[in-house]
């Protein structure tokens, strides 16, 4: 029956060589931590993915219910922690998988560094996973926000304090990002469309990039 | 694009005349144990994934996520800290020579070296050598980089007063009745400003946790207390007796 379908759609739509292209290759032995056990530190990307992954869906159930604007953007997370069923564990994954990834990313970095994986011809990759480590770190900015307790209010209050002595730049980008001159309703407006918009937008097209240039290029050799 | 010979025309779109068989690539040819991605790889993956996910959620219900009081932008007194994975960045401007007058060294100079080094990494070390032993001046810089991000978050976590944080943070429910005669006289004379509107305190102490008399409070209301200053308390007598008694029964109602 499911071959049936695939094969009808097959027909139509010839999805055959995509499916080869993202699922039908080899793992190399040196990577497989079946054959090597230190090869686990290989893994810590595929974990990261997996990750952002569950931080995806967690965010998606967390916006069911938390409302973006000052009056009651703590009243929701505080609703959301103490009354909703099983809304405590979302958030609570969503809280520490902010940090296991970052752990995981750095992780993977060094890895990577460590195997001199991002030499030729990887030297795209290497710069565009430097890129999603930034995004990262954006959006653990802009999520600390957004629960508007005490220390949300304050570490953002630095946070923008430290972007202002950047010359030039630093006051208009403390403007965009605060949405004025105080750190108030607009910023935390502000905050949850970066949060939540832009840079998952960027980040989803900067894995879909290290991921195609994974499968064109394969990954680095034993050393 | 697939042109000429093997495709046929429908409506105005050209399509392959013939299906290619749906065949898996033959890998015989590779070097060492390789192993198919799907599904043998990924189901190795996902039981490591699942491994990992246990931990996950041990630590999430162990831990429940923190969350402070609402937002006062008005508390002055609140010492900032950031999320951990900044702490090193923090820390790194309370040094002398990256902060006051050489600010621009903490907040751009070092962080911008180091992150566009790490952007830059595949064309600073360009050589063939892909062993970390073999190329000392990358590995070395990078070990450079890693302990001092660590040291940094160390001692950030370290010299900071957790105890302190904790209980600044703490959500207060004081159980204070509104409607009360006292908590009007409290609220029309100046006390709200400093004491906060549920007794819990902002630039003035919290009240919830007082332990002062009623005589002492009268005193206090009108004569003022170290950086509280006299005559704070504008009212006639027997609003002061009901507003210090209100004090000292809301003080009770929550110990």
Request: hydrophobic share 35%; charged share 20%.
């Given at each position: 029956m499911l071959n049936k379908i695939y094969d009808w759609v097959d027909e139509r739509l010839d999805i055959t060589p995509m499916w080869r292209d993202i699922a039908d290759h080899e793992v190399p032995e040196h990577v497989n931590p079946a054959h090597h056990?230190?090869?686990?530190?290989?893994?810590f990307g595929g974990l990261t993915f997996f990750i952002t992954v569950i931080q995806i869906l967690s965010g998606m159930f967390l916006t069911m219910y938390y409302v973006p604007d000052i009056v009651n953007a703590w009243e929701s997370v505080y609703y959301l922690q103490n009354?909703?069923?099983f809304g405590q564990i979302v958030r609570g994954m969503h809280h520490w998988g902010a940090s296991l990834v970052i752990v995981m990313m750095f992780l993977h970095t060094l890895r990577v560094f460590f195997t001199g994986s991002y030499k030729k011809p990887r030297e795209l990759n290497w710069v565009v996973g430097v890129l999603i480590f930034f995004v990262m770190l954006g959006l653990g900015f802009t999520g600390y926000?957004?629960?508007?307790?005490m220390k949300a209010l304050f570490a953002t209050k630095v946070g923008l304090e430290i972007a202002v002595t950047i010359p030039v730049v630093g006051e208009w980008a403390k403007t965009l990002l605060a949405g004025g001159e105080i750190i108030g309703a607009q910023t935390l407006a502000r905050f949850f469309a970066i949060h939540v918009f832009f840079l998952p937008a960027a980040l989803l097209g900067l894995l879909g990039a290290h991921f195609i240039m994974i499968r064109k290029q394969g990954i680095s050799g034993p050393l | 694009m697939h042109r000429g010979k093997g495709m046929k025309f429908v409506g105005d779109s050209r399509i392959p005349a013939q299906r290619k068989p749906n065949i898996p690539k033959d890998?015989?040819?590779?070097?060492?144990?390789t192993e198919a991605f799907w599904p043998n790889f990924l189901l190795k993956e996902w039981m490591v994934g699942a491994v990992f996910l246990i931990g996950y959620l041990a630590l999430t219900i162990a831990h429940p996520s923190p969350l402070e009081r609402?937002?006062?932008?008005?508390?002055?007194?609140y010492t900032p800290l950031p999320d951990w994975y900044f702490l090193f960045l923090y820390q790194l401007l309370k040094y002398k020579y990256a902060a006051?007058?050489?600010t621009l060294i903490g907040t751009i100079v070092m962080p911008g070296l180091a992150f566009g080094a790490l952007l830059l990494a595949p064309w600073l070390d360009r050589g063939p050598e892909r062993r970390p032993a073999k190329r000392p001046v990358a590995t070395a810089l990078m070990l450079l980089g890693v302990i001092s991000t660590v040291y940094l978050t160390w001692e950030s976590v370290v010299t900071h007063d957790w105890e302190k944080q904790a209980k600044q943070g703490e959500i207060v429910e004081a159980t204070v009745d509104k409607e009360s005669e006292g908590y009007q006289i409290y609220s029309s004379q100046s006390c709200i400003g400093c004491h906060g509107d549920s007794l819990q305190g902002g630039s003035g102490p919290s009240l919830l946790e007082t332990s002062l008399k009623q005589d002492q409070i009268k005193d206090i209301a009108v004569n003022g207390i170290g950086g509280m200053p006299a005559n704070a308390f504008k009212g006639s007598d027997e609003e002061l007796e009901k507003l210090a008694a209100f004090i000292v029964e809301t003080a009770e109602a929550n110990k």
């Open positions: 056990f230190s090869a686990f530190v290989y893994c009354e909703v069923a926000l957004l629960p508007w307790d | 890998y015989s040819e590779y070097p060492g144990k609402v937002a006062d932008p008005t508390d002055a007194t006051g007058d050489y």
